[in-house]
Protein backbone atom coordinates (compact mmCIF):
# COMPACT_ATOMS: atom_id res chain seq x y z
CA UNK A 1 0.00 0.00 0.00
CA UNK A 2 1.36 3.35 -1.09
CA UNK A 3 1.45 6.06 1.58
CA UNK A 4 2.42 9.12 1.07
CA UNK A 5 2.86 12.16 3.59
CA UNK A 6 3.65 15.55 2.96
CA UNK A 7 4.68 17.96 5.57
CA UNK A 8 6.89 21.55 5.55
CA UNK A 9 3.76 23.58 5.03
CA UNK A 10 3.50 26.91 6.60
CA UNK A 11 2.53 30.87 6.18
CA UNK A 12 5.35 32.95 4.52
CA UNK A 13 5.55 36.19 3.94
CA UNK A 14 5.76 37.00 -0.34
CA UNK A 15 9.42 36.84 -1.50
CA UNK A 16 10.39 34.54 0.95
CA UNK A 17 10.86 30.31 0.81
CA UNK A 18 9.76 27.11 2.15
CA UNK A 19 10.42 23.56 1.29
CA UNK A 20 7.90 20.69 1.67
CA UNK A 21 8.93 16.94 1.98
CA UNK A 22 6.89 13.93 0.81
CA UNK A 23 7.86 11.02 2.75
CA UNK A 24 6.80 7.54 0.41
CA UNK A 25 6.51 4.62 1.77
CA UNK A 26 5.22 1.18 -0.30
CA UNK A 27 6.63 3.09 -3.25
CA UNK A 28 10.42 3.85 -4.31
CA UNK A 29 10.31 7.33 -5.57
CA UNK A 30 13.48 6.66 -7.90
CA UNK A 31 11.62 4.05 -9.79
CA UNK A 32 8.37 6.35 -9.89
CA UNK A 33 6.88 9.30 -11.73
CA UNK A 34 6.70 11.62 -8.53
CA UNK A 35 4.76 14.62 -8.72
CA UNK A 36 3.71 17.88 -6.55
CA UNK A 37 -0.07 19.42 -7.17
CA UNK A 38 -2.05 22.32 -5.52
CA UNK A 39 -5.30 23.38 -5.32
CA UNK A 40 -6.50 26.67 -4.29
CA UNK A 41 -9.73 27.35 -2.78
CA UNK A 42 -12.38 27.31 -4.75
CA UNK A 43 -10.03 26.03 -7.75
CA UNK A 44 -9.33 22.67 -9.53
CA UNK A 45 -5.78 20.70 -8.37
CA UNK A 46 -3.31 21.97 -10.78
CA UNK A 47 0.29 20.51 -11.90
CA UNK A 48 3.22 21.73 -9.58
CA UNK A 49 6.00 20.20 -10.64
CA UNK A 50 7.54 16.40 -11.57
CA UNK A 51 10.42 14.28 -11.49
CA UNK A 52 11.06 11.08 -13.36
CA UNK A 53 12.94 8.02 -12.24
CA UNK A 54 15.55 9.38 -14.53
CA UNK A 55 15.77 12.75 -13.04
CA UNK A 56 14.16 14.65 -15.38
CA UNK A 57 11.89 17.41 -14.49
CA UNK A 58 8.72 19.17 -15.60
CA UNK A 59 7.17 22.39 -14.16
CA UNK A 60 4.33 24.36 -14.73
CA UNK A 61 4.82 27.99 -16.00
CA UNK A 62 3.79 29.55 -13.03
CA UNK A 63 6.64 28.07 -11.06
CA UNK A 64 9.56 27.42 -13.00
CA UNK A 65 12.63 29.47 -12.18
CA UNK A 66 11.17 29.65 -8.45
CA UNK A 67 10.57 25.87 -7.76
CA UNK A 68 12.73 23.26 -7.62
CA UNK A 69 11.66 19.08 -7.18
CA UNK A 70 14.10 16.89 -5.72
CA UNK A 71 14.63 13.70 -4.80
CA UNK A 72 16.98 11.86 -1.30
CA UNK A 73 16.49 8.16 -2.76
CA UNK A 74 18.46 6.97 1.00
CA UNK A 75 15.16 8.82 2.59
CA UNK A 76 12.73 7.82 -0.11
CA UNK A 77 11.11 11.08 0.02
CA UNK A 78 10.55 13.86 -2.82
CA UNK A 79 11.10 17.59 -1.63
CA UNK A 80 9.64 20.69 -3.66
CA UNK A 81 11.73 24.15 -2.71
CA UNK A 82 9.82 27.18 -3.15
CA UNK A 83 11.26 30.61 -3.49
CA UNK A 84 10.27 33.79 -4.05
CA UNK A 85 6.79 32.70 -3.12
CA UNK A 86 3.92 34.79 -4.50
CA UNK A 87 0.21 35.30 -2.65
CA UNK A 88 -1.01 33.39 -5.62
CA UNK A 89 1.03 30.21 -4.37
CA UNK A 90 -1.11 30.37 -1.81
CA UNK A 91 -2.58 26.61 -1.87
CA UNK A 92 -2.57 23.06 -0.28
CA UNK A 93 0.09 20.92 -1.80
CA UNK A 94 -0.40 17.66 -2.41
CA UNK A 95 2.52 15.11 -3.50
CA UNK A 96 0.97 12.49 -5.86
CA UNK A 97 2.84 8.95 -7.28
CA UNK A 98 1.73 5.89 -8.95
CA UNK A 99 0.77 6.81 -12.38
CA UNK A 100 -0.91 5.00 -14.62
CA UNK A 101 -0.12 4.63 -18.31
CA UNK A 102 -2.95 7.33 -19.11
CA UNK A 103 -1.05 10.06 -17.05
CA UNK A 104 -2.98 9.57 -13.85
CA UNK A 105 -1.71 9.49 -10.52
CA UNK A 106 -3.38 6.61 -8.15
CA UNK A 107 -1.89 7.68 -4.60
CA UNK A 108 -1.89 11.29 -3.12
CA UNK A 109 -0.91 12.32 0.06
CA UNK A 110 -3.09 14.24 2.47
CA UNK A 111 -1.82 17.81 1.74
CA UNK A 112 -0.28 20.59 3.38
CA UNK A 113 -1.31 24.25 3.41
CA UNK A 114 1.04 26.78 1.95
CA UNK A 115 -0.10 30.32 2.78
CA UNK A 116 1.82 33.33 0.99
CA UNK A 117 0.91 37.09 2.72
CA UNK A 118 1.42 39.77 0.99
Known amino acids: QVQLIESGGGLVQAGGSLRLSCAAS????????MAWYRQAPGRTRDFVAL???????NYAKSVKGRFTISRDNAKNTVYLQMNSLKSEDTAVYYC????????????WGQGTQVTVSS
Open 51 to 57: MNPGGKT
Open 96 to 107: AADRDNHGRFGS
Open 26 to 33: GIISDRNV
